[in-house]
């Protein structure tokens, strides 16, 4: 499913303007990274495009149909939103979990059936966390919360995926893992929209890089044709040298005063 955000723009307050004038197209199946500081209004598109918010001018689109013609069920069985973390109120298992992830399929008071528990099992199997099912939400650690919450997203049966900083306070392996997992959505045809402020996850992961700043759209392209040191100064305010290793095919960035 593609995405499409035609000439958005969103103010909180009179005056002060959060989005402005956003336009960006996401074809199937392709991973984009959306880069910016913070309070810069990554996540308030996100909650534009999920119609949590709803007082946005322009339009936007969920695989070709314009997003305020769809129901809140119908929306969220095409796009499904994945949080930093979740803390765990009541402590459910792995499964159950996910199961809730099932509810935009469920009609009234109907419990989740046998088509709902196949749709988990599809979840957890795609993303190799079966051996987890029944261990307690509480109980996992913090990279296989994040799958668990991917998972969910997947049991939802959207084919669009918003994930806000995935892999915000995950120590560096499971950064790696939940990233690798992320590539491999992308690559069985899930469109993603991630946002993160770590620009190397954008060079060794994402097929595309949105950059947002001053409430503008500033850099649309591939990683290694955008991603520059004149960007990361006006988006993080700080001087970086990028390396490109193993003949281009990564990059990393390194803080000048370092260098010198």
Not at 135 to 148: A, D, H, N, P, W
Not at 208 to 216: D, I, S, Y
Request: proline content about 3%; charged content about 25%.
């Amino acid at each position: 499913m593609s995405i499409e955000v035609r000439n958005v723009s969103f103010a909180y307050l009179r005056g002060k303007t959060v989005l402005d004038d956003i336009s960006f197209q996401i074809p199937d199946g392709e991973f984009v990274c959306l880069l910016g500081p913070n309070g810069v209004g990554k996540s308030t598109l996100f909650k534009c495009i999920l119609r949590l918010l709803t007082s946005y001018s322009g339009e936007i689109f969920v695989d070709g149909a314009d997003s305020v013609s769809l129901s809140a069920k119908e929306l969220s069985r095409r796009v499904a939103y994945i949080p930093q973390s979740a803390a765990a109120i009541f402590n459910y298992t792995v499964r159950d979990t996910v199961l809730m992830g099932t509810t935009a399929m469920t009609n009234g008071l109907r419990s989740p059936g046998k088509k709902e528990e196949a749709f988990v099992d599809q979840a957890l199997k795609l993303l190799d966390i079966e051996y987890l099912k029944d261990r307690m939400f509480t109980r996992i650690s913090g990279g296989e919360r994040q799958l668990v919450l991917i998972a969910r997203a997947l049991a939802q049966q959207a084919r669009i995926l918003l994930m806000d900083e995935p892999t915000a306070n995950l120590d560096y392996g499971n950064q790696l893992r939940v990233l690798e997992q992320i590539k491999t959505l992308s690559a069985s045809g899930y469109t993603i929209l991630e946002s993160t402020h770590n620009p190397e996850q954008a060079f060794w992961y994402a097929d595309r890089v949105l950059a947002v700043h001053g409430g503008k759209l500033i850099a649309d392209g591939k990683p290694e044709k955008v991603m520059d040191a004149a960007l990361l100064k006006t988006l993080y305010q700080i001087d970086v040298s990028i390396e490109a290793l193993h003949d281009g095919k990564a990059h990393v960035c390194l803080p000048k005063k370092l260098l010198q």
